[in-house]
């Protein structure tokens, strides 16, 4: 097994020397047995909703779908061991953490989502599976472990600021995760002595699990597009509290942050955290593809380019961008640029459909920016030449990719096979996002002066039907006019 992946998936012998040394220079909590047992006595069991039980219904209905994604991993490895690690808390300063978030691999395949206990370790032994001819020993044992709750009669429940109940609240017990996601679960104490000596072991080190873990999630399940549907359904939120913030954020020398802020308290309220860094770029900063610092003013007359979504507590997240005026109407010339990466979008949704290549989505939106860029003089040669594989002059002006997958991460299946993602073809059940854009740097000297500091990108998340796309994402609106009406109506 790798080596980095054992260390990270058994923390039990770290977790000791962590817990006697780590901090103790900032607590003078007395450790005698007389305080222990006064500090652990006398505490009535914690309420059925604390911690993760209070998200049982989702759970369970996630349970069922993860239980038929573990099948197909054991029938892939079978005569394998097959080890998938959550990960441990990652430091951001000194003694705090970042606020956790599980491997998208176990999430997957176990459904537990933001309530995954730091340093869990799912285990699907398929070295029986399909070996024997008795039935009873075709089917794969799976075991998920994790550090449960220990109660109140320890040590750890006072005095451990990481993972103690008096610091961190409610954590569930082995009963109780069992349940819930109808998989046999076991302490991660005794993890060491599971895998030790184990052969045929293989986790996400190995290549070939990454890739297959990772291609599973390419067609969406039943759970996953209703999941999906929410993560939307959150953002639209999430960017109507961005227009109705905009008339604050107007002038501020930190507009753009009020923006930000705007978004991710939909994010909270509505999910469980944003699904990958804001970028809210007001006026030149939208050139900067990348722009996350978010420290620039909002003023009036520039555009906001505001690319966002909201990651639920099932760790699904939606992908949005919407270049929106700050005052409110768009002017001529970001007239006209809006609407050529308008069409380049359009074109895409119209050639989408289950059998054509993944590739042929950028190609159809480059082909529209070749176009217009050519028509507006900007190119040393004609748009048809541009195309060829060899010029791509016209990408001067759009550096980005057009649409990407999209699931439990923002670029999901991202270490899918070429063949099986971008060469691959479309399928009813995938879900990806349909998102040119057009940026004339400041300083770019081939940019005409009208376009200079414009930069537009509009980015929609859609669902591969039998016949075509569904737009998830068609509750924001993507025309000017209708975008100014929107807009309107919310700051009215």
Known sequence: MNDANSKDANPA????????????????????????????????????????????????????????????????????LVVIAAGALKTR???????????????????WGSATQPDSVLVIDAREAGVQGDESHRQATCTLFFRPSVGHGTKEFFANPTIGEFWVGHRPNLEQISDLLGINTRDIADFETFISGADNVIDLGFEEVLEFVSELRLVKDEFE??????????????????????????????GERIVETAFFSAARVHGNDLGYDTIAAAGPNACILHWEVNNGPA?????????????????????VTRTLPISGTYSEAQRE??????????????????????????????????????????????????MQPDKQFHRRFMVHGTSHHLGLDVHDCSQARREMS???????????????????????????????????????????????????????????EDIEKWMLSLQG
């Open 422 to 480: 971008l060469d691959g073809e479309l399928k009813p059940g995938m879900i990806f996002t349909i998102e040119p854009g057009l940026y004339f740097h400041p300083n770019d000297q081939l940019a005409p002066d009208r376009f200079q500091g414009i930069g537009i990108r509009i980015e929609d998340d859609v669902l591969v039907t039998e016949t075509g796309v569904e737009n998830l994402t068609a509750a924001l609106p993507r025309k000017i």
């Open 337 to 386: 640029v809006y609407n050529v990466v308008l069409e380049a979008a359009d074109a895409v949704f119209a050639v989408a459909k289950p059998g054509i290549k993944f590739r042929e989505l950028h190609a159809t939106a480059m082909a529209v920016i070749a176009k217009h860029t050519a028509a507006w003089g900007l190119l040393p040669i004609s748009a048809e030449e541009s």
């Open 225 to 254: 597009i209703a999941e999906m549907r929410k993560a939307v359904a959150a953002s639209v939120k999430g960017f109507e509290n961005v227009v109705r913030a905009l008339p604050t954020a107007a002038g501020h020398a930190r």
């Open 93 to 111: 300063s000194n003694d705090t953490e970042y606020r956790y978030r599980p491997h998208s691999a176990f999430a997957h395949l176990t459904g």
């Open 13 to 80: 012998a770290a977790d000791k020397a962590e817990f006697e040394g780590r901090n103790n220079n900032r607590s003078r909590t007395p450790t005698s047995e007389e305080f222990l047992a006064f500090i652990g006595g006398q505490w009535n069991d914690p309420a059925p909703s604390a911690g993760a039980v209070a998200l049982e219904p989702n759970l369970r209905e996630a349970a069922k779908f993860a239980a038929e994604r573990r099948a197909k991993v054991a029938q892939r490895f079978a005569g394998h």
């Open 299 to 319: 003023n009036r007359g520039d555009l906001i380019l505001v690319d966002a979504g909201v990651e639920l507590d099932s760790l699904y997240t939606a992908d």
